[in-house]
């Protein structure tokens, strides 16, 4: 009877710290909910959710996609797609209202500006980063290193009657010259076109191949020693074992200069230069996951541009971007 009446009392126990345990676990979910992740909330405490469509220059593409990839980690709920267009594709979609932020490797055109007034939108132009447009053959060119800006004029102009190396220069070989450039909707083309071209018509014939992929000039380049193409200096570093990254003479008087970190951001390395963009529909701030988003990706464009091989602007002008986007916003 005793031995009955001292289990009885050990069970007793038993059940009294399964009930206080109990209890101490409910109080710790409790206080872990009043004080859990904030990360998928607004500054409103509203969990973020929906779409954020984004598209356009495909420079400027393998920053975003960094940026969209590691936005995924922290907003799960947010769906960013993410389409490389060409500039001038993503600002056809964007000056009709049709995506939030508009991918750009040149500056939005006044016709393209009026567009978006007919349609009552207002875009932000966003910098993110500095490039250089490289001028790239194969590895396996061993006869140019280097061209004047009048040597580019000849082999891309349409106007121009040089269509062999030799051409060019007579010590270089009589082959024929297999031009691999960006497409029309590209800012990169417009880039080339405005600063080497002045405006005038680039070839388009049987040894010209054009496209918005960058990968697919790339790849052209690359197979042919006396092929000769152009892209955002992204596409070079990743490839640049397979590829080499011409000297541009700008002027008589000049030495040639590549493109490198420091020749792109001191603007050395000329005229082929350039700021990269990305602009933001005004509307489409209003939207939690859109402007958080758009702060997003100012705050990481640095380490995105280091990342892919582009140049970061200076920490200040990111922060100058990030307070312009929470007053256009209201916040």
Same mark, same amino acid.
């Given at each position: 009877?005793?031995?009955?009446?001292?289990?009885?009392?050990?069970?007793?126990?038993?059940?009294?710290? @399964?009930?206080?345990?109990?209890? @101490?676990?409910?109080?710790?979910?409790?206080?872990?909910?009043?004080?859990?992740?904030?990360?998928?909330?607004?500054?409103?405490?509203?969990?973020?959710?929906?779409?954020?469509?984004?598209?356009?220059?495909?420079?400027?593409?393998?920053?975003?996609?960094?940026?969209?990839?590691?936005?995924?980690?922290?907003?799960?709920?947010?769906?960013?797609?993410?389409?490389?267009?060409?500039?001038?594709?993503?600002?056809?979609?964007?000056?009709?209202?049709?995506?939030?932020?508009?991918?750009?490797?040149?500056?939005?055109?006044?016709?393209?500006?009026?567009?978006?007034?007919?349609?009552?939108?207002?875009?932000?132009?966003?910098?993110?980063?500095?490039?250089?447009?490289?001028?790239?053959?194969?590895?396996?060119?061993?006869?140019?290193?280097?061209?004047?800006?009048?040597?580019?004029?000849?082999?891309?102009?349409?106007?121009?009657?040089?269509?062999?190396?030799?051409?060019?220069?007579?010590?270089?070989?009589?082959?024929?010259?297999?031009?691999?450039?960006?497409?029309?909707?590209?800012?990169?083309?417009?880039?080339?076109?405005?600063?080497?071209?002045?405006?005038?018509?680039?070839?388009?014939?049987?040894?010209?191949?054009?496209?918005?992929?960058?990968?697919?000039?790339?790849?052209?380049?690359?197979?042919?020693?006396?092929?000769?193409?152009?892209?955002?200096?992204?596409?070079?570093?990743?490839?640049?074992?397979?590829?080499?990254?011409?000297?541009?003479?700008?002027?008589?008087?000049?030495?040639?200069?590549?493109?490198?970190?420091?020749?792109?951001?001191?603007?050395?390395?000329?005229?082929?230069?350039?700021?990269?963009?990305?602009?933001?529909?005004?509307?489409?701030?209003?939207?939690?996951?859109?402007?958080?988003?758009?702060?997003?990706?100012?705050?990481?464009?640095?380490?995105?541009?280091?990342?892919?091989?582009?140049?970061?602007?200076?920490?200040?002008?990111?922060?100058?971007?990030?307070?312009?986007?929470?007053?256009?916003?209201?916040?």
């Amino acid at each position: 009877m005793k031995s009955f009446k001292h289990l009885a009392l050990i069970f007793t126990l038993i059940l009294a710290l @399964g009930a206080l345990a109990a209890c @101490g676990s409910s109080e710790g979910e409790d206080e872990d909910t009043s004080n859990g992740d904030t990360q998928s909330e607004t500054d409103g405490g509203e969990a973020l959710s929906g779409n954020v469509k984004q598209a356009g220059s495909s420079t400027v593409y393998p920053m975003a996609l960094y940026i969209q990839e590691r936005y995924a980690s922290k907003e799960s709920d947010v769906n960013v797609t993410l389409q490389s267009i060409g500039s001038g594709g993503g600002f056809e979609k964007s000056t009709k209202g049709e995506i939030d932020l508009s991918n750009a490797s040149r500056p939005i055109k006044e016709e393209e500006k009026k567009k978006a007034e007919e349609n009552d939108v207002n875009l932000h132009e966003l910098t993110l980063a500095y490039d250089g447009l490289t001028v790239a053959v194969s590895s396996e060119n061993d006869f140019v290193d280097n061209l004047t800006v009048d040597q580019l004029k000849k082999i891309f102009l349409d106007s121009s009657d040089a269509k062999k190396w030799s051409d060019i220069n007579p010590e270089w070989p009589d082959e024929t010259i297999k031009i691999f450039a960006p497409g029309h909707d590209s800012g990169t083309f417009d880039y080339f076109n405005e600063v080497i071209l002045e405006d005038n018509a680039m070839r388009e014939d049987g040894d010209v191949q054009t496209s918005e992929d960058d990968n697919t000039l790339v790849r052209g380049i690359k197979n042919s020693e006396y092929a000769i193409g152009f892209f955002g200096y992204a596409y070079y570093l990743q490839n640049e074992d397979s590829l080499k990254a011409l000297g541009i003479q700008n002027g008589e008087d000049a030495e040639p200069v590549k493109p490198n970190h420091d020749t792109i951001q001191s603007g050395e390395y000329a005229p082929l230069s350039r700021p990269l963009f990305t602009y933001v529909v005004e509307s489409a701030l209003e939207k939690p996951q859109v402007y958080d988003y758009t702060i997003y990706t100012l705050e990481n464009a640095g380490d995105a541009a280091k990342e892919v091989g582009y140049v970061a602007l200076p920490e200040e002008k990111y922060q100058e971007q990030i307070d312009k986007v929470k007053e256009l916003a209201g916040k």
